[in-house]
């Protein structure tokens, strides 16, 4: 089963594909969008609908993980994130990836088995997870990671495989 991991923001859209065979887990390819800074919000957003569609056209994921909106320390964050979620959103739907949902704290518990985990625990379990050393520098990227890892211990997928 490939899945897509994705943290969603307008600067940075972390992304992440996943094999998961019902027991390993290997990472397939992950990365970043990285829209224009100082560009219209609109522009940006495109940008993000055009990444996302090529690599959703590209990877074909049988399902896909992402970041849910929850609660927001950054008013004037808020938006512009919820904006390109919801693009990412209509990508998905437009090509019929099955969407599931998780909040920054399910992430850390299901990974860590404490939901107020720090970034650096996190990163020790998503490389145990994949068995390896090191993980990309960028946490947006990481982070889509963790969420896909999130999935394959999800209830929804669990006696699917």
Not at 53 to 78: G, H, S
Not at 79 to 96: N, Q, Y
Request: with cysteine.
């Amino acid at each position: 089963m490939k899945i897509l991991g994705i943290d969603p923001g307008l600067g940075i859209v972390g992304y992440s594909v996943i094999d998961y065979d019902g027991e390993n887990t290997v990472l397939l390819h992950s990365g970043s969008i990285q829209t224009r800074k100082g560009s219209r919000e609109a522009s940006r957003l495109l940008e993000i609908f055009e990444d996302m569609t090529a690599l959703v056209e590209k990877y074909a994921p049988d399902c896909a993980a992402i970041e849910k909106l929850f609660f927001f320390r950054n008013r004037t964050t808020v938006m512009p994130v919820a904006h390109a979620r919801g693009v990412i959103l209509t990508v998905l739907e437009k090509f019929k990836v099955p969407i599931f949902e998780y909040t920054p704290m399910e992430v850390k518990q299901v990974l860590t088995g404490y939901g107020r985990a720090d970034k650096k625990e996190v990163e020790h379990m998503v490389k145990l997870s994949l068995g390896v050393e090191a993980l990309p520098k960028l946490d947006d990227t990481v982070d889509a990671i963790a969420i896909a890892i999130c999935h394959t211990r999800s209830a929804d997928i669990v006696g699917g495989i």
